[in-house]
Structure formats: structure tokens, C-alpha cells
């Protein structure tokens, strides 16, 4: 894992540790087995708020950072707890938002379909809640400010590899300059993202001075994987698969 110091705003640098996805050369595009029935109103939403958000983040700077993400130290004694919800709206560079934007596009329409909208934002922001809470437990005395949507997406995820195992993903696969789209099962795909976030949590969990916050996208997971059947609206996806 490589740690660093993120830049926001114009003044002095502040470690952060970030919710950050990353797939190596394998970028998620969407799901090639199905279409939603619906517009996915609430994915688009939050990928607006989350743009929005990042842009209050540039203009407010290193003191709106300091305000609105998740410290462990200032949460675990009582304190700050609606960062909890705020940092799952913030990230930490444009490369972070971006992938994590990416990843919410690729799984998040199926998954609201298969939910319904109501249920869907529900399910996103207890996903992100219980992830952002997994992250702060682990480094309760850490005064490092954490941020980032990928524990919510984190959730989305796991409920897609339980909901739509079998369906393929659309993917764009790069090696230095060359491209090309690739059709991956969602369970070997997703399965591996897992694996290699619970490899990365066991190895840095002591690590406190910054990086990526693999015990949130954990937990963020496993929240997802074991609730999505109640959140599921068992009607629509009975309709989904009379349609297909």
C-alpha cells in the first residue's frame, strides 16, 4: 500500500486516509447481461451530490475537510457523529472521485432496480455508515481525517455479487497503452476485488499514518452481501425475470 499526503484546497497538506478503489488495468463499465427496467434516478443522484460535494471541498479547502470527514479520535469520544454521513460524500482528489464515481455507475443501476428507490438509498447509506463506523473502530485514537463513497459502493458490490452472480461485466482492460473491452463474470470480478481488500486490511490494519481504507470497503461489503435479500423488492425482480 502506498502512503500518502492528499492535497485539498490551496494551504498546507493533510494525511488523509481514503476510501479508494482500485482495480489495477481493469476498469468496470457495467452490466452486460441486463438493462434496468427503471432510469436509475437515486445512482444518478448520488453521483451528482457526491460531485457537488467535491467542489464545495475545493472551494472551502483544507478547513472544510477538517470539518466534514470522519475522525476517529473526535468520533469514538463522542463527538462529530453526522461526519459518519458527511465523509461518505467527500473525496480526495479528482482521481478518487472519478473511480469511485466509475464503480458506482457500473453496479449501482441493477442493484436500485432490483431494490426499488426508496429501499436502494436506504440500503446505500447504511452501507456507507457501517463501513465509515468499521474503519473508525479499528484506528479509534487516530486523528487522521477519513473520507470517501467507496464503503457505500463497497455495499452496492456485495449486493450485486449476491443478487446477479451469473451476470457478466462489461470491463475495459489496459496494459501501458492498449485497451480493449473484456466481458468478466460479476462473481470472479467482484470475488477478487474482495479478496484483495481483505489481503490489504490484514497487512496495513496498523498502519496510522494515512492511505486507503480497505477495512471500510470490508465492511462496507460484508454489510452489503449478507442484507441485500432484505432490501431486495422480490416483485421486481420477479418481473425481471419474466422479461427476460
Known amino acids: 500500500m ?9 494551504s498546507q497538506l493533510l494525511s488523509l486516509r481514503i476510501e479508494e478503489d482500485e482495480m489495477g488495468g481493469l476498469i468496470p ?13 437515486v445512482t444518478i443522484l448520488l453521483i451528482v451530490v457526491n460531485s457537488l460535494v467535491f467542489f464545495m471541498e475545493l472551494s472551502g479547502g483544507d478547513a472544510f475537510v477538517a470539518r466534514w470527514s470522519a475522525i476517529p479520535a473526535q468520533i469514538m469520544s463522542g463527538h462529530q457523529w453526522i461526519t459518519l454521513l458527511t465523509s461518505m460524500f467527500m473525496h480526495g482528489s479528482w482521481m478518487h472521485i472519478i473511480g469511485n464515481m466509475i464503480f458506482l455507475w457500473a453496479f449501482g443501476p441493477e442493484i436500485e ?5 426508496g429501499r436502494y438509498l436506504v440500503f446505500y447509506l447504511a452501507g456507507g455508515l457501517v463501513a465509515m463506523f468499521a474503519q473508525v473502530a479499528v484506528n479509534a485514537g487516530s486523528t487522521i481525517p477519513n473520507l470517501g463513497a467507496s464503503g457505500a459502493i463497497a455495499a452496492v458490490m456485495g449486493a450485486f455479487l449476491v443478487t446477479y452472480p451469473r451476470d457478466r ?20 470480478l467482484i470475488g477478487f476485488w474482495f479478496l484483495t481488500q481483505l489481503f490489504n486490511a490484514g497487512s496495513i490494519a496498523s498502519v496510522q499514518t494515512g492511505g486507503v ?3 471500510a470497503h470490508v465492511g ?16 421486481r425482480l420477479a418481473l425481471q425475470r419474466d422479461l427476460g
Do not use: N
Open 2 to 10: 502506498v502512503l500518502f499526503a492528499a492535497r485539498i484546497g490551496r
Open 29 to 41: 463499465l457495467g452490466d452486460a447481461s441486463r438493462r434496468p427496467l427503471r432510469k436509475p434516478a
Open 113 to 117: 432496480d432490483a431494490m426499488g428507490r
Open 169 to 188: 461485466i462489461r470491463a475495459l482492460l489496459f496494459i501501458f497503452i492498449f485497451f480493449q473491452v473484456t466481458f468478466i463474470p460479476a462473481a470472479l
Open 213 to 215: 481504507a480497505y477495512l
Open 220 to 235: 462496507g461489503f460484508i454489510f452489503g452481501a449478507v442484507t441485500a435479500r432484505l432490501f431486495e423488492d422480490r416483485r
